[in-house]
């Protein structure tokens, strides 16, 4: 299975962004899928995640209030809009999942994902 990310680009600052993540087939649906995000020099950072059967969803604190995470309804697909966005959201977003699906407390660790996408770039500069 694999995932493929799409919708980087360069935005200026306060404008949005969609970002999407196809899974090639049906496997996470009981399961979680979310996006990460490396910023050169820095390690890679949670960003936000969504269970494909509840779906409860969780957000980093640096980008609560101005992403929302929605999937499909086949379950296969998951949306990242990103809006107000800051030079500081700059960096290479991965989107990753997993087949089981983690309790509300984990869906931030990277343990509770089993498959990663290739990066997208999202720059934001003025």
């Known amino acids: 299975v694999q995932l493929q990310a799409s919708g980087g680009g360069s935005v200026r600052p306060g404008g949005s962004l969609r970002l999407s993540c196809a899974a090639s087939a049906p496997t996470f649906t009981r399961g979680i899928m979310g996006w990460f995000r490396q910023a050169p020099g820095k390690e890679r950072e949670f960003v936000a995640s969504i269970r494909l059967g509840d779906p409860a969803k969780i957000y980093a604190d640096s980008v609560k209030g101005r992403a929302t995470i929605s999937r499909d309804a086949a379950k296969t697909t998951v949306f990242l809009q990103m809006d107000s966005l800051k030079p500081e959201d700059t960096a290479v977003y991965y989107c990753?999942?997993?087949?089981?699906?983690?309790?509300?407390?984990?869906?931030?660790?990277?343990?509770?994902?089993?498959?990663w996408g290739q990066g997208t770039q999202l720059t934001v500069s003025s």
């Open positions: 990753a999942a997993g087949r089981r699906r983690p309790i509300v407390s984990a869906m931030h660790l990277e343990a509770s994902f089993d498959t």
